[in-house]
């Protein structure tokens, strides 16, 4: 996808030399430094997608923007305000502006709620009148692709995919500016993900909301992202154009990401399995010296 939608503006999150460390476990340890000096931007409108495999930070980037992760050094800015140390009664003033969708949506729904209890909670935190409200619902279930009558049922009697509408709902429902999006489709089948992917970029087409769409998976963000960041340890090996980085990436780590994803051809896939296994070997070995070094 084109950046030429975000050429012009001022960034709307702006992430400068971010860095997170957890407190040392156990005497005589040092601490955990899971971000690096980690710096990205989102335009107005713009996704960027944040990929890289378990451990690699992207998650604890994204939970750093919300507040949920501690913010050791570096910025963290939205619409040039400083937000990296706001405490949780300030986040409260950011919840109509930044929003987020979790993974799982069998654990991130209230299973005691009806979907218009749920969908009401933050509608109601804003004081906006029970009318207004349910008029609100019944607007944000046909924007996910639900029926009305989905309003008085409980999560316990939707899909795995109808759940994450339901969340993608709750997370529209104060039209936010940004939404965090962390790993929103990999507890999903592959044909449900294809779906949630189309309703991530039909919204974002009719509202002009910005994601920061967290993945492990380079196919994943492929259609959606304007832009990617790929990070290794903590760090951003590899930034820059969605359809650069996901069909001909230029560093070695995310060349290995882009062979991990399955391809149809068995000859290929075994091929593909084989560059990958040298190329980690080879990373490993780099690793290792620079680490004597």
């Known amino acids: 996808m084109s950046t030429e939608a975000s050429q012009g503006r001022e960034p709307l999150l702006e992430v400068t030399d971010l860095v997170v460390e957890y407190p040392a476990k156990g005497i005589g340890r040092k601490p955990f430094r899971a971000l690096k000096g980690v710096s990205v931007d989102v335009m107005p409108g713009e996704c960027v997608g944040l990929v890289g495999e378990s451990g ?5 980037l994204g939970r750093a923007v919300l507040g949920l992760a501690p913010v050791t050094d570096g910025s963290v800015r939205f619409k040039g305000r400083e937000i990296g140390q706001l405490n949780r009664r300030e986040r409260r003033s950011l919840s109509d502006s930044i929003q987020v969708v979790f993974q799982d949506p ?3 729904l209230n299973p005691s709620l009806t ?7 933050p509608l109601r935190v804003k004081n906006i009148p029970a009318a207004e409200a349910s008029a609100r619902v019944r607007t944000l279930l046909d924007q996910v692709g639900l029926p009305a009558n ?9 899909s795995g995919g109808q759940r994450q509408r339901i969340a993608i709902a709750r997370a529209l429902a104060l039209e936010p500016e940004l939404i965090v999006c962390d790993e929103p489709v990999s507890a999903l089948d592959l044909s449900t993900q294809a779906r949630v992917l189309e309703l991530f970029k039909d919204i974002q087409e009719a509202t002009g909301v910005a994601y920061l769409f967290v993945s492990h998976d380079l196919a994943v963000v492929r259609h959606l992202s304007h832009r990617v960041a790929v990070m290794y340890h903590g760090e951003i090996v590899e930034y820059g154009d ?3 980085v996901t069909s001909d990436p230029e560093h070695p ?5 882009l062979m991990a994803a399955p391809v149809a051809d068995p000859v290929r896939q075994a091929q593909r399995r084989a560059d990958r296994a040298r190329m980690i070997e080879a990373q490993r070995e780099a690793d290792l010296q ?4």
């Open 56 to 60: 690699s930070g992207k998650t604890t």
């Open 106 to 108: 069998y654990t991130s």
């Open 115 to 121: 979907i218009e209890q749920t969908l009401t909670e």
């Open 150 to 158: 989905a309003a008085q049922r409980l999560p316990r009697e939707f």
């Open 242 to 244: 969605g359809d650069k």
């Open 253 to 257: 780590y995310t060349q290995r990401l």
């Open 290 to 293: 620079a680490g004597a070094a």
